[in-house]
């Protein structure tokens, strides 16, 4: 077997050593009733390595994807260019092939990449402090809400609706383990909205998570929620799903949040089916001590010099135990690598050209709309709501854009039971050109 | 082996600023698509007034930055890595080749069910085997990582417990040898947890776990073989015990790696258990994650299994988002499908005929490590060990040298060191978990590293022990500085932030 290097002869000198002759021996402390005969588990035959090359090329060529089609999927994960040199950085096997860096001084390569991660992350959405990740946007925003339980002992937590579905259905499946009540405020026409949300908001209330640009990518004002948290104590919770957002518009910690988390997915990691992704954890510096997850601090060595460390771990599982702020363990760390070494390659003004784009691609679409198409209201980043008729005619123009090589959104009613089947959630990214949306555009103007 | 036979020195090591510290001319290394049209005057109002200040790089300072960090880490690639409870293994490049595939890489998690059939056939099929090497047929690929599994079986037992109108089960045993997580995510369900203390021989109590069994108790927690390496060989009784009791036994699969493919959790009366994939499938930990942790369960839990899941309906592949007694999303997707794929394809390199050899040369390669170190280090639990072996430090502590040291002296040796102080029932634990992918050649050099810093001791030769390390990068790192006046972020003024 290709990865196993002993031979023979070297087990048997092993086993010699051991002090035993048959490599059963070595299992004699589990019980006879408990072993299985070789080669007897349903599993097919072992494969080369050649055929398994095949065997996967096989089943990805199975599968339509945004390299062969023109992706306006979006509803949490992206399509946004990915440079080659971020894929080459993470394949490195230092990289890659590192363990959590528990022993520091042969891990600084790990450890100041997640500082410098932490750093531009926390310059990204205008907040203090930043964690090692977790695992995606909606576990984040569940461990969001439970943070924001501990720090004002209390155990009402509001949520918009106009928060990604999957992110609420988490939310609440973490929440309904725990005391206390989670309610959810509906929304107003596809966008947020905030004098429900505002008059939702008590004195019980722990947090209130909004989402910013929303799940149907509306962009709005955060100061009257700001101002409803302070008169009520709570804790004001905005999540994100695409990142590139933050390079164009105002950061959620401008409007004074008090945890901004979501997903960096978009920030030099490829859709991939679903993950890894990664989930952006950032809060105020005095609420550090209730942050989940695993956190990069800076110290310096025994000769003085600059170098650094996990911390704060007495908050995390493997010293508290059942008292840790979570029992996050293994994080996203590879994920942390990718955004690092993408936001280095952009820069301020490569971020903000890639939003720029994403937004113009976006606006050009909207722009060219035959009028039989309603749009939602008020201001959108790269994503919107597209309304039909019914049902029949949106299924018509997904069909025959789907025959022109375009994914042109997600049926809204498939993330978010109950609703209308007439409605399509559109997202654009950098990677839609002119052409994309004029193909785009030419398919709704062929069902008219 | 001489001594010269150790693999570190001192190379060309490069200092590296951090980014921040860097002089940023370029305006952006990138040259980016897409559509270069106005944005709409309604986002005029919302535009950033001040920028990120995100330092950018020109592509290949970028390049030169990233590969001097790497550089100073050291990976699974880079030498051994016998860190207990870890699992390190070699992480086989194909399998980084075929996740790169565009019809894998670049797939939509919303795309439409019939453009997705392939990536959902894999991901199924994978959901099968993992079924059938844990004895647990019904599996979820939702979990992110093992503690995220553990998280998963805890809200799958306490959905079974309340939907037999059973709602006052609300105690979890975890074994004091248990890893934190195991606490950890049984609070984070809703459930307390009452600690066993382990026997003398450093195996369940079964005696302590008796005695708190009872129409309280929710499940149990059990790492099988446990963290000291040693098997539970009574795990037919005591799960026939906590069965009796009405509760159900989870088991953390971290430790699998010593079973795969020689005996099933399943068969022994484990009810549910997670699987890091990341530890006995071989995807790269990539310093700190992602990982995943499938959970696979039996009959009983298998209608609170969380939902979306993957099932196949003749020959089409069908994402099923509905089932009336599951737990829900734990999850924002399918699954770490990335990590996943992995996984499946390191099971198919070994299929029936060879994957309990992965147990059969890890179980080998700790027992030879033990043997060849069980005169100079002293052994907490004698006997046969599993896939890792446990030693402490209570015979160098005579000659004033500790774990700490013996592990920060295998580092200027040119190895990563065990993992020191866990498990936490012994004092000065030394986990040493070699995996199956190391030659004998290189646990030879590691037993011969040991038995020389024992021997050093022995000398009371140990400065050089207390002052390791020496040739790594950096020194040992003052880590009550930093937990005292954390600096999380970088502020251009300097040391505070």
């Known amino acids: 077997m290709r990865f196993l290097p002993h031979t023979d002869d070297d087990r048997q000198s092993m086993l010699a050593t051991i002090g035993i002759t048959d490599m059963r021996q070595l299992f004699t402390d589990i019980p006879g009733e408990f072993h299985i005969s070789k080669g007897n588990l349903q599993l097919p035959e072992a494969l080369s390595e050649a055929a398994i090359v095949r065997k996967f090329t096989q089943a990805a060529e199975r599968n339509r994807h945004a390299g062969n089609t023109r992706c306006f999927l979006g509803g949490g994960t992206y399509h946004h260019f990915v440079p080659a040199v971020v894929d080459y950085v993470?394949?490195?096997?230092?990289?890659?092939?590192?363990?959590?860096?528990?022993?520091?001084?042969?891990?600084?390569?790990?450890?100041?990449?997640?500082?410098?991660?932490?750093?531009?992350?926390?310059?990204?959405?205008?907040?203090?402090?930043?964690?090692?990740?977790?695992?995606?946007?909606?576990t984040a925003v569940a461990e969001a809400a439970l943070m924001a339980k501990r720090i004002t002992r209390k155990s009402r937590t509001v949520v918009a609706v106009s928060v990604n579905p999957r992110c609420r259905e988490v939310t609440r499946n973490y929440l309904s383990q725990q005391q206390g009540e989670c309610v959810e405020v509906a929304c107003a026409d596809f966008s947020t909205d905030v004098d429900a949300l505002v008059a939702a908001i008590d004195d019980q209330t722990a947090s209130v998570i909004v989402q910013y640009p929303d799940f149907y990518g509306s962009v709005y004002d955060l100061t009257p929620l700001r101002e409803a948290c302070d008169a009520h104590r709570c804790l004001l919770v905005v999540t994100f799903a695409d990142a590139s957002a933050f390079g164009l518009i105002e950061a959620p910690g401008c409007f004074g949040a008090d945890i901004v988390c979501g997903s960096g997915q978009a920030l030099g990691i490829p859709m991939g089916f679903g993950g890894p992704h990664i989930g952006l954890f950032a809060c105020r510096q005095k609420h550090v001590r209730q942050m989940p997850g695993r956190i990069c601090g800076m110290t310096e060595d025994l000769d003085g010099k600059r170098g650094f460390v996990l911390t704060l771990s007495t908050r995390e599982q493997h010293i508290r135990r059942e008292k840790a702020t979570s029992n996050i363990c293994s994080n996203q760390g590879l994920m942390c690598t990718a955004n690092a070494c993408y936001m280095t390659l952009m820069g301020d003004?490569?971020?903000?050209?890639?939003?720029?784009?994403?937004?113009?691609?976006?606006?050009?679409?909207?722009?060219?709309?035959?009028?039989?198409?309603?749009?939602?209201?008020?201001?959108?980043?790269?994503?919107?709501?597209?309304?039909?008729?019914?049902?029949?005619?949106?299924?018509?123009?997904?069909?025959?854009?789907?025959?022109?090589?375009?994914?042109?959104?997600?049926?809204?009613?498939?993330?978010?039971?109950?609703?209308?089947?007439?409605?399509?959630?559109?997202?654009?990214?950098?990677?839609?050109?002119?052409?994309?949306?004029?193909?785009?555009?030419?398919?709704?103007?062929?069902?008219? | 082996m001489s001594a010269n036979a150790y693999s570190a020195t001192r190379g060309l090591q490069h200092?590296?600023?951090?980014?921040?510290?860097?002089?940023?001319?370029?305006?952006?290394?990138?040259?980016?698509?897409?559509?270069?049209?106005?944005i709409a005057a309604s986002l005029f109002a919302f535009v950033r007034k001040t920028p990120a200040r995100i330092p950018g790089l020109s592509e290949p300072e970028t390049v030169r930055h990233f590969v001097r960090l790497s550089q100073w880490n050291h990976g699974i690639e880079t030498g051994f890595y016998p860190l207990g409870s870890c699992t390190m293994k070699y992480n086989p490049r194909v399998n980084e080749q075929i996740v790169r595939l565009p019809g894998l890489a670049y797939v939509h998690p919303e795309q439409p069910q019939d453009s997705v059939q392939g990536v959902l056939a894999l991901l199924f099929e994978l959901q099968q085997w993992l079924g059938e090497i844990a004895g647990l047929p019904h599996v979820t690929l939702q979990p992110a990582a093992g503690a995220h599994g553990e998280l998963a079986g805890m809200m799958m037992i306490r959905a079974y417990h309340d939907a037999r109108g059973d709602n006052k089960r609300r105690k979890v045993l975890v074994p004091d040898s248990a890893h934190g997580?195991?606490?950890?995510?049984?609070?984070?369900a809703g459930l307390n947890t009452v600690e066993i203390k382990s026997a003398a021989n450093g195996r369940i109590d079964l005696d302590?776990?008796?005695?708190?069994?009872?129409?309280?108790?929710?499940?149990?927690?059990?790492?099988?073989?446990?963290?000291?390496?040693?098997?539970?060989?009574?795990?037919?009784?005591?799960?026939?015990?906590?069965?009796?009791?009405?509760?159900?036994?989870?088991?953390?699969?971290?430790?699998?790696?010593?079973?795969?493919?020689?005996?099933?959790?399943?068969?022994?009366?484990?009810?549910?258990?997670?699987?890091?994939?990341?530890?006995?499938?071989?995807?790269?930990?990539?310093?700190?994650?992602?990982?995943?942790?499938?959970?696979?369960?039996?009959?009983?839990?298998?209608?609170?299994?969380?939902?979306?899941?993957?099932?196949?309906?003749?020959?089409?592949?069908?994402?099923?988002?509905?089932?009336?007694?599951?737990?829900?999303?734990?999850?924002?997707?399918?699954?770490?499908?990335?990590?996943?794929?992995?996984?499946?394809?390191?099971?198919?390199?070994?299929?029936?005929?060879?994957?309990?050899?992965?147990?059969?040369?890890?179980?080998?390669?700790?027992?030879?490590?033990?043997?060849?170190?069980?005169?100079?280090?002293?052994?907490?639990?004698?006997?046969?060990?599993?896939?890792?072996?446990?030693?402490?430090?209570?015979?160098?502590?005579?000659?004033?040298?500790?774990t700490l040291d013996i592990a920060k002296r295998l580092i200027d040796l040119g190895m990563h060191p065990m993992t020191v102080y866990f498990p936490l029932i012994v004092h000065g634990a030394m986990l040493i978990e070699p995996t199956?992918?190391?030659?004998?050649?290189?646990?030879?050099?590691?037993?011969?590293?040991?038995?020389?810093?024992?021997?050093?001791?022995?000398?009371?030769?140990?400065?050089?022990?207390?002052?390791?390390?020496?040739?790594?990068?950096?020194?040992?790192?003052?880590?009550?500085?930093?937990?005292?006046?954390?600096?999380?972020v970088w502020n251009d003024s300097g040391f505070s932030s």
């Open chain 2, 208 to 402: 302590a776990l008796k005695a708190n069994l009872g129409e309280d108790v929710a499940a149990l927690m059990l790492t099988n073989p446990n963290t000291t390496g040693m098997f539970e060989s009574d795990i037919g009784e005591i799960c026939e015990l906590v069965h009796r009791a009405g509760g159900l036994v989870y088991g953390d699969g971290a430790n699998l790696n010593a079973l795969v493919g020689i005996a099933r959790p399943g068969d022994m009366g484990i009810d549910c258990l997670h699987i890091n994939v990341h530890k006995t499938f071989a995807t790269p930990h990539g310093g700190g994650g992602p990982g995943a942790g499938p959970v696979a369960v039996n009959d009983l839990l298998a209608p609170f299994l969380p939902v979306p899941r993957i099932e196949k309906n003749g020959d089409v592949y069908q994402i099923i988002c509905e089932g009336e007694q599951s737990i829900g999303a734990v999850f924002g997707s399918l699954g770490q499908t990335g990590v996943l794929l992995r996984a499946a394809a390191y099971i198919a390199a070994f299929g029936c005929n060879d994957l309990h050899k992965i147990a059969e040369d890890a179980v080998l390669n700790a027992n030879y490590v033990l043997a060849r170190l069980k005169d100079v280090y002293h052994v907490p639990f004698p006997g046969l060990c599993k896939h890792e072996c446990l030693l402490t430090d209570e015979w160098q502590e005579r000659h004033g040298v500790k």
């Open chain 2, 181 to 188: 997580t195991n606490p950890a995510s049984a609070v984070l």
């Open chain 2, 15 to 38: 200092e590296e600023p951090l980014l921040f510290e860097r002089e940023h001319k370029a305006a952006t290394a990138i040259a980016l698509p897409g559509v270069s049209g106005e």
């Open chain 1, 90 to 138: 993470i394949s490195r096997g230092e990289f890659l092939t590192a363990y959590t860096p528990y022993q520091p001084e042969i891990a600084q390569g790990t450890l100041q990449t997640l500082f410098e991660f932490q750093t531009m992350v926390a310059r990204l959405l205008g907040m203090e402090v930043v964690n090692a990740s977790m695992y995606d946007a909606a």
């Open chain 1, 349 to 448: 003004s490569g971020l903000e050209q890639v939003a720029r784009r994403s937004a113009a691609a976006l606006q050009k679409l909207l722009g060219g709309l035959p009028e039989y198409v309603k749009t939602a209201a008020g201001a959108h980043y790269n994503e919107t709501v597209l309304s039909f008729a019914d049902e029949k005619t949106r299924q018509h123009f997904l069909s025959v854009a789907r025959e022109n090589d375009i994914f042109a959104g997600i049926a809204l009613e498939q993330m978010m039971a109950g609703a209308d089947a007439r409605h399509l959630l559109v997202a654009t990214t950098e990677m839609i050109d002119e052409q994309d949306v004029d193909d785009y555009i030419a398919a709704l103007e062929a069902i008219r």
């Open chain 2, 436 to 488: 199956e992918t190391e030659a004998k050649e290189t646990l030879d050099t590691f037993c011969d590293a040991m038995l020389e810093i024992a021997a050093q001791c022995e000398a009371g030769d140990t400065a050089i022990l207390h002052d390791a390390p020496l040739l790594p990068f950096r020194r040992r790192l003052d880590e009550t500085q930093a937990a005292r006046k954390p600096v999380l």
